[in-house]
């Protein structure tokens, strides 16, 4: 009951939470519009994307693959080079009951960079994790055995454990569980000249069936020995688990970069391993939070101060019945400042935690051996009683609380679930924005937004929601090029190229370029186009929203017989716009009268409902829009309503206009008679078009000529969105 209360809360607290994006493209849609290129894969995993901007090449790490293909376009001439892994291997995997197709097989798991020409590489082997340094000029071969190293501490066995990964400074560090039973998670430093250093091992209060989300060298001041590690990742709480079961929460943890572990405890261990909870919850009005508690995915965003970038976080919800996820934005500095906070602390087993009263020892743990604190030149020059300290409590009670306190984005209710995030800042003509490109689940990739506003939180704004896999697999990895303005997405169907924006899609009207609020589109006085910073451009707002909007309204004739259904429909391109539907008073009256549900006329989202037309219902309707604070009229219904018992014409059009040519036949007619009177007539309907027996609706499109009104922000009937459909016939909407 508590779950449902708090889905209702979300409904009325994010009412756009349940809304769908601005424009929907389906695959087919892209490819034709020459904004999509896929790749198929047989390979059925794809773990990571490795974008190359000097080199211009994309490396995508799979089953028993590694691929290499041009970022200008990834069609042409892939080169692949075969790493399986070794049948003695899989020979034993088989035999250990393990799966042939999703687990006996050389899952790449590791892609990184480790200079200009080479790349370092792991995979799982079979359960027998090997890595090896692939130069980038060589594809087009088979990697054999002995042409590859020991990959243990470098690679999980199993190829569904989650890992991360970075070099840095020409060392790997990587989150993994680091044996077959997949029972030992660790976070590892190899590579280079120093030894191998880990997290202490079989310790949970260290790490407890840790799944690694990201790895990431962050600095926090201008000295370098005091330059840090991090990694994000979830596990097993246990100073919340009780009575409830398991509890898993996300986490921040990092190391310094120069630690070598202790001299007589922790030897090859992290001794500045410290670790501080990452929250994403909706705040309830009773005081309850609605946690996000699996963390799926981090981006860092680096601006123009290197040390306090912005962290981006993707989650969803561990709980079944609530099904969701959210992207919360966190500041380096409260990171940093949870770290210099107080230690979680117990006692025994039988004992709670609590927060460490006790005197703790200096340096404080944590610390990074440097000229600043003490003039330690390494961790193995620590005090026993601050190596002791950092073994026992590793854990930081202050928490990292995201940007406002709460979600930037959140998705409740709907068929799919985040899994990859990426964001771009762009410079747009008004200012700067963070686009979000999210994958998820179903295949979905969105395009998002998030808008400032003078009182209370942002609003998001959901751009576009983009199919890019026929099948919908679930997004698997994402890289971006912003140099080429591709975005690369992976599934276990290939890989998919995607432009990050296609601007003419927003209409051929200013106003509707500019509410668009796709940042990296702008109008250039012509046309919507996309926005180059160093080109001077048209001020969107000065040009089409300050003077006024001028758009055309789409005028539409409609006819139904009384005591039919008949829809009114109104479409705005942008889905974000308000609808708002007003009936004209009288024919020539300036007066509007909203239209509101009742017994026979039900309003939705996009349209009026009228289920059973009466002789009332005829009139002048205005679907007005609403967005960004402007108003327009969008389309004008004049709707006209037939009555078989008066056999006449209810309709506001004047006597002394043009007929339409059904307007005799209705009136001589009755309607279970039209079908053959039409035939009569000489009418021979299409094939494909399904029959009609008692109602005809007419609805033809024109172009109001010479009607342009200027709606700067207030209400008015007669302007509106431009229509830019030929004159046309359509069947009617029964209900």
Partial sequence: RRRLFLLCFLMSTFPSLFSSASLRLVQHKLIQNGRLLTLPLEAGDLHSLLPDEDGMHLYVAM???????????????????????????????????????????????VLQ??????????????????????????????LSYSQTECGKGKCPYDPFQKTASAIVDGELYAGITSDFMSRDSAFFRSLGNRHVIRTEQYDSTWLQDAHFVRVAPL???????????????????????????????SRVARVCKNDIGGQRSLVNKWSTFQKARLVCSVPGPDGLQT??????????????????????????????????SAVCVYRMEDVVRA??????????????????????????PGTC??????????????????????????????????????????????HYKFSKLLVDRVEAVDSTYDVLFIGTDSGLVLKAIHLPREHGPSQEVTLEQLEVFQHKSPVTAMALSRKKQWLFVGSREGVSQLGLYQCELYGEACAECCLARDPYCTWDGHACSPYMPTVRRYEPYCQCVGAGLQVEAEQRLMMVA???????????????????????????SPELNQVRSGEQVVVIERGVLIRRAELSHSGVYHC????????????????????????????TWSASSHQPWYGDAMTLVHPRNLGQHCLALGYRPPRNRRRHSDAVVVAVKEKARGEKHNHGGGRGGGAGRKSRSKPQQRAPRSA
């Fill in 219 to 249: 600095s926090e001041t201008d000295n370098p020995e005091d330059d840090k590690v991090y990694v994000f990742f979830t596990e097993r709480a246990q100073e919340a688990e009780g009575a409830a079961g398991k509890v898993v929460y």
């Fill in 63 to 109: 089953k028993d693959n590694l691929l290499s293909t041009s970022m200008d376009d990834i069609t042409q001439n892939p080169r692949k080079l075969h790493w399986p892994a070794s049948p003695d291997r899989v020979q034993e995997c088989l035999m250990a009951g393990k799966d042939p197709e999703m687990e006996c097989a050389n899952f790449l798991r």
């Fill in 339 to 364: 770290f210099k906070g107080n230690f979680l602390h117990k006692e025994g087993p039988q004992y709670k935690w609590a927060e460490f009263t006790g005197k703790v020892p200096y340096p404080r």
């Fill in 624 to 651: 007005q829009v609403e967005e960004h604070g402007y108003h327009w009229t969008a389309v004008t219904v004049h709707l006209a309503i037939w009555s078989p018992s008066a056999e006449r014409l209810i309709t």
């Fill in 562 to 588: 009384e005591g039919n259904s008949t829809y009114l429909e109104c479409l705005p391109r942008s889905r974000h716009a308000a609808v708002t539907w007003y009936k004209q008073a009288g024919e020539n």
């Fill in 369 to 414: 051996p440097s000229s600043t604190y003490g003039s330690y030149s390494s961790t193995r020059e620590y005090p026993d009683d601050v190596i002791f300290f950092s073994r026992t409590h590793p854990l930081l009670e202050e928490i990292v609380l995201p940007l406002g306190e709460r979600p930037l984005l959140v998705r409740v209710g709907v």
């Fill in 291 to 324: 946690h996000f508690d699996q963390l799926q995915d981090v981006f860092i965003l680096h601006g123009k101060d290197k040390k306090n970038p912005l962290i981006y976080g993707l989650f969803t919800t561990s709980s079944d019945i609530l099904n969701g």
């Fill in 113 to 142: 960079p480790f200079n200009k020409t080479h790349l370092y590489v792991c995979g799982t082997g079979a359960f027998n994790p090997r890595c090896a340094f692939i130069a980038t000029g060589v594809f087009r071969q088979t």
